[in-house]
């Protein structure tokens, strides 16, 4: 059964610093891994989408990478700001027949400090 | 573009009455879901569908109903709603069920079964 771990639960850094999210999976086969990120009492935003053929994916002060081999995606924030402040969530996709559930890591909360 | 619309946002049910949660996609997705959120316990799949007139179960099906006569709707029903269905559910669309693609979320219906 695949399991996804994120690590810290809690991070809380001051504005400007750049930080490191981290996911491991522990079954290697994946079809992609999704960074989401989610506000106090809001839905998922989509952040990043890697695909298991890719190493790397960027997108403005995000770059998130994939290690398939080694079970771990980071998630890079440059430059931070209070309004990354939100937990950060990674996904990856199991398959069982026509179902494609999404597994979750329980999650980052992040906290910037102005 | 609107992405993934669910209704209501806010909802206050009494033991054993039934409801309707409303989520509609305007990307031309085949592939729609139902996840339920709880601390804790991560998200997790209740109902998933591959296309109009396909539906089948997730993780914790028990207590929901589903149906897709569209592509663009897909409704979750509580039949008789317990405390313990008392959760932030999610609605979530992909463009297929191929390994690539990820996934749109809905902002979420919070619902409180007293």
């Known amino acids: 059964k695949q399991e996804v771990t994120q690590i810290p639960a809690a991070l809380s850094v001051p504005e400007g610093e750049n930080l490191v999210l981290n996911c491991s999976f522990t079954d290697s086969a994946i079809y992609n891994l999704q960074w989401f990120r989610q506000d106090p009492g809001k839905g998922l935003t989509s952040l990043l989408l890697i695909q298991s053929s890719q190493r790397e994916q960027t997108s403005g002060r995000l770059n998130a990478s994939l290690d398939k081999s080694s079970g771990r995606s980071t998630l890079y924030i440059a430059a931070s700001q209070p309004g990354d402040s939100a937990t950060y969530l990674c996904?990856?996709?199991?398959?069982?027949?026509?179902?494609?559930?999404?597994?979750f890591g329980s999650g980052t909360q992040l906290t910037v400090l102005p | 573009n609107a992405g993934v619309t669910q209704t209501p946002k806010f909802q206050v049910l009494k033991t054993g009455q039934s409801m309707t949660l409303q989520c509609a996609q305007d990307?031309?997705?085949?592939?729609m879901s139902w996840y339920r959120q709880d601390p804790g316990m991560g998200l997790r799949l209740i109902h998933y569908s591959v296309g109009a007139g396909i539906t089948d179960q997730g993780e914790v099906p028990n207590g929901y109903n589903v149906s897709r006569s569209t592509t663009e709707d897909f409704p979750l029903r509580l039949l008789s709603a317990a405390p313990s269905q008392t959760s932030v559910y999610f609605c979530?669309?992909?463009?297929?069920?191929?390994?690539?693609?990820?996934?749109?979320f809905g902002s979420g219906t919070r619902l409180t079964v007293v």
């Open positions: 979530a669309s992909s463009r297929g069920t191929g390994t690539s693609y990820g996934y749109t």
């Open positions: 996904a990856v996709p199991i398959s069982s027949g026509s179902a494609r559930q999404l597994t």
């Open positions: 990307m031309n997705h085949e592939y």
